[in-house]
Each structure stands twice: as C-alpha cells, then as structure tokens.
C-alpha cells in the first residue's frame, strides 16, 4: 500500500526556516514525481513545488521561488523541502503528493488534480 508521511513541521518566527520531510513506502520511488502542496484556512489548495523523477527538474512556484528548495534522495525514498525566509504568509497544512509519471517524462508540474497520492499533511505555523 502506497504512503506518503510528511514531518518537520511546527512553529517558526517570520525569518526562519524549516525542513520537511515526505517520506514514501510502498511503491518504486524513482517511477513518481512528487509534489508539495499547502492549504491556508480558508482558501484553496496551492501547489508548492515539485521535483521530477530523476531529480534534475525542479518547478517552485512564484510565491516561494528563491526561498524554498525541494530536493529528493531516491534512495531513502525521501523528498525534502528547505523553507528559507518563512513569512506568516506561509502559514499552511502542507502536503506531499506523489504522481506516477514514465521514464520519459523528465518534468514536473503543480496541479493539484494531476496527483493520485497524498500524504496527511503537517502544519507550519509563522508567528512571531
């Protein structure tokens, strides 16, 4: 059974960073691009960033473009995302998701829709 399992969340001043982790089990994690996501009370789901499945593409979106870096350990079957310059802005349950893309597909991409598999989330809360 597939599984996604986010950590590293919690609370962070405006200004500081933070590590999540999305661990997977249960599938070949080299044939998935992964995703992160996050949902801000109230509003919608929003993609993140998301990394392809070799690791060489990367796609973060413009609101987190220089500040957060997805990267993945194919071996430990581990996706992380470095949060840098956090902001109460980012104030989200943030989700990993995983996307079963073929060999020839060296993209990533972050519509929520085109995911199949989600983890449970973790909270990041920016508050000084």
């Known amino acids: 059974q597939l599984q996604l399992v986010e950590s590293g969340g919690g609370l962070v001043q405006p200004g500081g960073s933070l590590r999540l982790s999305c661990a997977a089990s249960g599938l070949t994690f080299e044939d998935y691009v992964i995703g992160w996501f996050r949902q801000a009370p109230g509003k919608e789901r929003e993609g993140v960033s998301c990394?392809?499945?070799?690791?060489?593409?990367?796609y973060p979106s413009d609101s987190v473009k220089g500040r957060f870096t997805i990267s993945r350990d194919n071996a430990k079957n581990t996706v992380y995302l470095q949060m840098d310059s956090l902001n109460p802005e980012d104030t989200a349950v943030y989700y990993c998701a995983a996307d079963f893309r073929p060999l020839t597909y060296n993209w990533c991409g972050v519509v929520p829709k085109d995911y199949d598999y989600w983890g449970q989330g973790t909270q990041i809360t920016v508050s000084s």
């Open positions: 990394i392809s499945r070799s690791g060489a593409a990367t």
